[in-house]
């Protein structure tokens, strides 16, 4: 008689095995590297907040696009799925989601989100001593799950920086509401404002 293997219970020990606190050890190297390159990378996302903001102006003086209502700050879940560490910004006047001018720009976080692509390489050569118990999509189940605590830092590093995208100059010169809402979250869904009113 042939026992089959709990997968269940594989995958819990896998993951105790080979997850847990891991995030913790790469959360201190992440720190790290952001503080030693703190200002590059302040000057790069800021410059590409410059970018997208300058993209508005030039839609507002075709009388394509109002005042700026809305900008949103977005998790990329399938970039993530591609071993891409980016979010989006996206620029809307006040028909949000109902606004047909795209005004968008990608920034790429790879300090963040490198230690998560490498961990999961490493877990698909650990998912071998499973036999064919764990699979791929087992790993990318645990990439998504784990990816969240990567994202709050991202969050927390995009509102560090956020006075400093309000003090680009295109944004100054951008046409916006004085209500203006600055929100994060997934990529058209969920989100969380960031700005103070």
């Known amino acids: 008689m042939i026992i089959r293997a709990d997968k269940n ?53 075709k009388d394509l696009k109002g005042e700026i209502k ?26 949000w989601f109902l606004d047909k001018e795209e005004c968008g720009v990608n920034i790429d976080l790879p300090f963040i989100y490198e230690p998560l692509f490498n961990h ?4 698909s050569e650990k998912k071998k001593e ?11 189940g645990i990439k998504l799950t784990e990816a969240n ?13 956020l006075q400093s995208f309000l003090e680009c100059a295109s944004y100054k010169e951008m046409e916006k509401k004085e209500d203006i809402v600055i929100m994060a979250g997934e990529y058209m869904d969920a989100a969380i404002q960031i700005n103070l009113k």
């Open 120 to 123: 999961m390489k490493e877990l």
């Open 9 to 61: 219970q594989l995958l819990k020990e896998f993951q105790e095995k080979y997850v847990a606190d891991r995030y913790k050890e790469e959360l201190k190297k992440i720190l790290e590297k952001y503080n030693k390159d703190k200002d590059s990378i302040k000057e790069n996302l800021t410059s590409k907040f410059n970018s997208v903001c300058q993209e508005a102006i030039f839609l507002q003086e």
């Open 130 to 140: 499973y036999l064919r118990t764990i699979k791929e999509k087992d790993i990318e």
């Open 149 to 161: 605590k990567y994202h709050s830092l991202a969050l927390n590093i995009i509102r560090g920086i």
């Open 70 to 95: 809305y900008i949103y700050f977005s998790m990329l879940r399938t970039s993530l799925l591609e071993n891409k560490g980016q979010w989006r910004i996206d620029l809307y006047d006040d028909k």
